[in-house]
């Protein structure tokens, strides 16, 4: 499932094909009626983290609660909230096994009254893959087992989703919602890569090359990794810190913003621009 959600996300960016229409279609496809997400509702969001990563008042990706990504969200938070955001960074992992929390955020923007392109497309997509879905999973399994099979195979699918886009920005630069930065350096900044081989390429859906993602987001996912030496020597030629590390540094320093943020949250967690 989190592998379609990468196809899913190459033709959300205009990857796949030259035309709109068929990239919508595989899009479609991929994300509602494969995996139950809704895609209308995430190249929305994603578009805006996009046009505005890491950057305060713009990225919906850093608006997740019950998380606290900078210090003033972790100021605001009180009560249960306050006490969640002091062991957050414990509790990441966790609350990635999320996968009902998309279906449900799915379906609340097919119902929803936000704009939506394709919305009674999206819905009919949408209701095939739950119909489809349970009665697979009960016509072959009996009750208990089936109840089990949903849990792990949700949580899982929410934790290798979530697993694969940490690391792409969590730890990196926070901008503030003033700031001016061009696009160079707002994409760059933000921005982590993973390094690994091939392997590393397929787990993360070439997510792993996020810099060169977001500077040519419609460039196709095979061609990241050969625009990568290019885009890499340009930004040390222009002074421009390029972020390149392993998988497991990369959660260990996302891991350790969160904590930052959450044991000291009148200091800030990330540099500022």
């Not at 929305?44 to 950057?55: E, F, G, I, L, M």
């Not at 859906?205 to 990794?225: A, D, K, T, V, W």
Request: proline share 6%; with cysteine; charged share 15%.
């Amino acid at each position: 499932m989190a592998q379609a959600g990468f196809i899913g996300h190459d033709a959300g960016h205009r990857q796949i094909f030259r035309s709109r229409t068929a990239n919508d279609v595989v899009g479609l496809l991929f994300g509602n009626l494969l995996i139950g997400l809704s895609y209308g509702w995430w190249v929305d969001k994603h578009n805006r983290h996009h046009a505005h990563p890491n950057t305060e008042g713009h990225d919906p990706d850093i608006v997740v609660a019950p998380l606290s990504f900078t210090p003033g969200q972790a100021e605001a938070r009180r009560g249960l909230g306050a006490v969640f955001v002091r062991h957050q960074a414990t509790l990441f992992f966790p609350l990635l096994l999320e996968g009902p929390h998309l279906h449900a955020a799915s379906v609340k923007a097919v119902l929803g009254r936000g704009r939506l392109k394709h919305r009674p497309i999206e819905a009919s997509l949408l209701a095939l893959h739950i119909v489809g879905y349970l009665t697979a999973v009960f016509l072959l399994l009996n009750r208990p087992q089936a109840i089990v099979f949903i849990l792990v195979n949700q949580g899982l699918f929410g934790l290798y989703l979530g697993c694969s886009f940490a690391p792409n920005h969590k730890g990196m630069p926070i901008l503030s919602e003033a700031g001016a930065l061009d696009y160079l350096r707002r994409q760059v900044l933000t921005s982590r890569n993973v390094r690994g081989g091939w392997l590393i390429d397929v787990l993360l859906g070439g997510l792993n090359y996020q810099i060169e993602h977001h500077l040519f987001p419609s460039m196709p996912r095979p061609n990241l990794r050969r625009a990568q030496p290019l885009i890499r020597q340009f930004c040390i030629a222009h002074g421009v810190p390029y972020h390149e590390t392993t998988l497991t540094r990369s959660w260990a320093q996302a891991l350790q913003h969160l904590r930052t943020v959450g044991k000291r949250p009148t200091q800030p967690g990330t540099d500022r621009h």
